[in-house]
């Protein structure tokens, strides 16, 4: 048994691009496909302030981004 009052369960997320920003005719990456990429990109915006968006961000410094 776990005698806590407060819990948290963090069991994951779904990306979703938002129509204006598919509207721009870029390449969006998500998290999903960011890790798998050949080659890294020269430069590239990070969206989302949250837990995921951070570690995109840190992950693609350390990339050279």
């Known amino acids: 048994l776990i005698g806590e009052n407060q819990i948290i369960i963090a069991s994951g997320s ?5 129509r204006v920003l598919l509207s721009l005719k870029v390449r969006m990456l998500t998290w999903f496909c960011l890790f ?3 080659d890294v990109p020269k430069s590239v915006g990070v969206f989302g302030l949250g837990f995921v968006g951070l570690v995109m961000a840190q992950a693609l410094l350390r990339l050279g981004v």
């Open 14 to 18: 779904n990306p979703v691009i938002q």
């Open 36 to 38: 798998e990429l050949v």
